[in-house]
């Protein structure tokens, strides 16, 4: 099968406070969603690889500075990373601190399999608002319906809408952009009025229910890729479909 670079997960959740235990939560539900995976590695101020004998503590410790340090399987030749970002109140919605947790997986078909539970764990591990996982090739596509342009708005490629930037967008449940699967909260469901029983049919028939009441939601079966026309229409459809996400129907 043709792969597309790796997946790219992103998910986007409260700040980190003192006592939190919200990473080792997020990595904990990682590694059930892959059996076998150990994240227990990680990488020096020399960027070389060091093992972790008492991983827990050593993110739990972090997480009282608001940090989450990446973590990895060590495996070079099969790279399996998770690390978080704080996001400051100056560029998020709504003027609130917050966590951006970002994990990179090679795209083969055991990863395909697990990918909505992958998307699920970190996102409830975190108590995240919103979520997607993406092909690599695909997100670049994506990228370009956010990043400004040297002549000012952005200039998205495919005729994919324009998105606004994220300290733009009002409120920290409303999804910046759309993925190849897509973590919505049950707050972030009710921004963008899913599910519609009379609308979503098609959604739906590829969803999954989350403990929480959230939602994981597969645009398409197979990994998105832009080149296919079928792939690219599903996606645009999907933004007609949902013009609060990316703050386009504040606009």
Avoid at 20 to 26: E, F, N, S, V
Avoid at 49 to 73: H, I, K, M, Y
Avoid at 230 to 241: C, G, I, N, P
Wanted: net charge negative; aromatic share 8%; with cysteine.
């Amino acid at each position: 099968m043709t792969t597309q670079g790796p997946l790219l997960l992103n998910v986007y959740a409260p700040a980190l406070t003192g006592d939190d235990d919200r990473t080792i939560a997020a990595v904990h539900g990682f590694e059930r969603a892959l059996p076998g995976l150990r994240l227990e590695w990680r990488v020096t101020e020399k960027q070389r690889l060091a093992v972790l004998p008492q991983r827990d503590a050593w993110l739990a410790e972090a997480s009282t500075r608001g940090e989450f340090p990446l973590v990895c399987n060590g495996d070079e030749r099969y790279p399996v990373m998770i690390s978080g970002q704080p996001q400051s109140a100056y560029v998020s919605p709504g003027g609130q601190s917050q966590l951006q947790v970002h994990a990179e997986l090679p795209l083969d078909a055991t990863l395909i399999a697990a990918a909505a539970d992958v998307l699920e764990a970190v996102a409830e591990g975190t108590r995240a608002f919103w979520g997607q996982a993406t092909p690599d090739g695909a997100a670049l596509d994506i990228a370009y319906q956010i990043a400004p342009t040297r002549e000012g708005p952005p200039a998205p490629r495919r005729g994919l809408p324009a998105l606004k930037i994220f300290e733009h967008i009002r409120s920290p449940e409303t999804p910046y952009y759309l993925g190849w699967l897509n973590y919505w909260s049950a707050a972030a469901a009710r921004a963008i009025g899913f599910p519609d029983p009379a609308r979503d049919t098609e959604l739906l028939s590829r969803t999954q229910r989350t403990a929480t009441g959230g939602w994981v939601v597969r645009l398409t079966d197979a990994p998105l890729d832009l080149d296919d026309p079928a792939h690219l229409d599903t996606l645009k459809r999907a933004y007609e479909r949902f013009p609060e996400i990316g703050g386009r129907a504040a606009s």
